[in-house]
């Protein structure tokens, strides 16, 4: 796992701790999840 995916986890636990509105939090989620989809297509493409 990179590392910055490690702190952009760490941040966003940090945040979900923190009474945000629920938008903000899907936005938070949206980007976790992206990250870790580009970080898959880069395994999936490195073991090509």
């Given at each position: 796992?990179?590392?910055?995916?490690?702190?952009?986890i760490?941040?966003?636990?940090?945040?979900?701790?923190?009474?945000?509105?629920?938008?903000?939090?899907?936005?938070?989620r949206?980007a976790?999840?992206?990250?870790?989809?580009?970080n898959f297509?880069?395994?999936?493409?490195?073991?090509?």
């Amino acid at each position: 796992m990179s590392l910055i995916l490690k702190l952009l986890i760490m941040f966003i636990k940090y945040l979900t701790l923190s009474p945000f509105s629920t938008m903000t939090c899907f936005h938070i989620r949206s980007a976790y999840y992206l990250g870790f989809l580009y970080n898959f297509r880069k395994l999936v493409w490195g073991l090509k």
